[in-house]
Every structure is written in C-alpha cells, then in structure tokens.
C-alpha cells in the first residue's frame, strides 16, 4: 500500500512593517475616538460640579467636591426654589415627540405605500416633487411657516407645534423605497382573497416592513426630540417651551445670572439621555434594515 502526504502551503507571514501600520492606525483611531468622547466626558464630570470648582477647571474629569445641586435646582428638589422649568420643557418634549413620531410613523407610512403601488395620475410628479422639497433647506421655510401658522390661528399652541410635523418628506420617502422591494404577488394574493387595499396595506405589507418602520421610529424620534426652528417660529409663551427651546434661552442667559456651566451642562447631559438610550436599544435593527435596504433593488 502506499501512503500519499499531503503537505499544506506555509501560511504568509505579515512583515513587521505591516504589523507596525496596523499597531499605527489602531492608535490613530483610538485617539480620534478619545476626541470625539471627550465632550461627553466633561460635561457628564461637570454635571456635579459646583460652579466655583467648574470654572477654576473647567476641563477636569474629577469633581472637587462632588455636588448634586445642579440636579436638584433642575427638578426642584429641596430649597431649590429658583429651579429652572426644566420639567415643564421635559414634559413638552415628550408630548410633542410623541405625536409627532406617532403621526409620522402612520402618514408616512400611507404616503410611501401610495406612491410606490396605488397607479393614479400625476404619482411620478408628485414623488418627484417630494424629492425637491428634500433638496429646500429648512430655514428658508422660517418665515412662511410663522405666516401659514398665523393664519390659521395655530401659531403658539400646540396644535401649531405638531400638526405641520407630522409628514416629513425623508420619511415618505424611506418607506416608499422599501415598499418598492417588496414582491407584487404578495399583495395580489390578499386581493384574490378578498382584502381591500387598505386592508392589505395594514395587515400584509406593513409588517413586512418592520424593518423600515424601525429606521423611521428612530429618525422621527430623534428629529422631534431635537427639533429647534420649527418650535422657534410657532410658539412664542414660556409654557410651550420644549428642552431645545428651553436651553437655548437658559444658555444665552435669559432665565439666569452668571456662567452656571453645572447646571447648563446637567439640563443638556439629561436632554440627550432619550435619544441616546432608543438608539443604542434599537442600534442592532437601525443597522440591520439600512444593509437589508442597500442590497434590495
């Protein structure tokens, strides 16, 4: 009998020159990452500090001494009687974002499904008209929107604050996309069976597009939750004040004397928690739905 030896190639090597770049641009990257962390370093160190402590070092990690009164003043705790409104603008934000997120969720979802399969006259204009009103920056709308809102008797309410906000173009225009890669037989099998096309809409194509309606939760949330101009020209009284509102007024100094870097730094650290804690929950979805959406034609 004879034996047959197989020998396996030699594996290559990585010269020290290419282990040395790899070594190099790891560094690189690491120290960038450092950069860009940083901010949020400091703001968060900064959040318990007192404002003596905050001014002296203002690029200091570690709090010298450790104080909650930035927190308190916030949410009014204790003998924190000049408390900024910051609930109030917590409770607006969330209002706001709610419906907003929620109306867009819906409408855009209808808007898409209608421009990529109901066949009506003038659907090739009117998407390509969605995609110039994409192009049109948004504070060259500022002033008619004040003037369309004080119209119609919506400026400084909530209705104002909402209302226009609940179809956005981006949005019309991601759902309308993913419902174009979707398969025709499906939804000619729930019209054989007798589903009008509402019906079929709701109940066989939008939960195929759960993956869409993530990335469009995620962006219409994080789009509300930090929208300023729109809120800017459609309200004018504090009591409509959201936290981007809010803020921009406590940092220009209106609501207060002095730097109070803690208590500015605090109330941005907390508006930014949401946003934060809905993307980093759904990141996982968020990444997935953009890959299922670039290899889909």
């Known amino acids: ?143 008619p929107k004040f003037l369309v809102l004080n119209q119609l008797g919506l400026f400084d309410s909530y209705a104002g604050m909402i209302i226009p906000l609940l179809v956005d173009a981006a949005g019309v225009f991601i759902m309308r996309q993913f419902f174009v890669s979707i398969p025709k037989e499906v939804e000619e099998a729930a019209r054989i069976d007798g589903a009008s096309i509402f019906r079929t809409f709701w109940s066989v194509v939008l939960p195929m597009a759960k993956p869409a309606l993530i990335t469009l939760t995620i962006l219409s949330f994080q789009g509300s939750w930090n929208e300023f101009t729109h809120f800017l020209v459609a309200t004018q ?23 109070q870097y803690p208590l500015k730094l605090t109330a941005a650290l907390l508006a930014t928690i949401p946003v934060a804690i809905l993307f980093f929950a759904f990141q996982r979805h968020f990444v997935r739905s953009a890959n299922s959406g670039a290899v889909k034609e």
Request: hydrophobic letters at 45%.
């Open 1 to 143: 009998m004879s034996t047959q030896t197989t020998t396996e190639a030699p594996k290559p090597r990585r010269s020290t020159g290419h282990t040395v770049l790899l070594v190099a641009i790891y560094l690189l990257l690491t120290v960038v990452g450092l950069v860009y962390v940083l901010p949020f370093a400091v703001q968060i160190a900064t959040s318990f500090k007192t404002d003596p402590d905050a001014a002296s070092n203002p690029l200091s990690l570690l709090p010298n001494p450790l104080s909650l009164d930035s927190y308190r003043r916030l949410f009014g705790i204790g003998d924190a009687a000049d408390s900024v409104p910051f609930t109030r603008w917590l409770t607006n934000s969330i209002l706001v974002t709610l419906f907003i997120t929620a109306g867009r969720v819906f409408f855009d979802s209808l808007a898409g499904y209608a421009l990529a399969r109901l066949d009506f006259r003038g659907r090739n204009l009117l998407f390509n008209g969605l995609l110039t009103v994409m192009s049109v920056p948004g504070v060259v709308l500022l002033i």
């Open 237 to 259: 009284s504090p009591q409509y004040e959201t936290l981007t509102t809010g803020l921009a007024h406590f940092v220009s100094g209106s609501l207060s004397a002095g730097t």
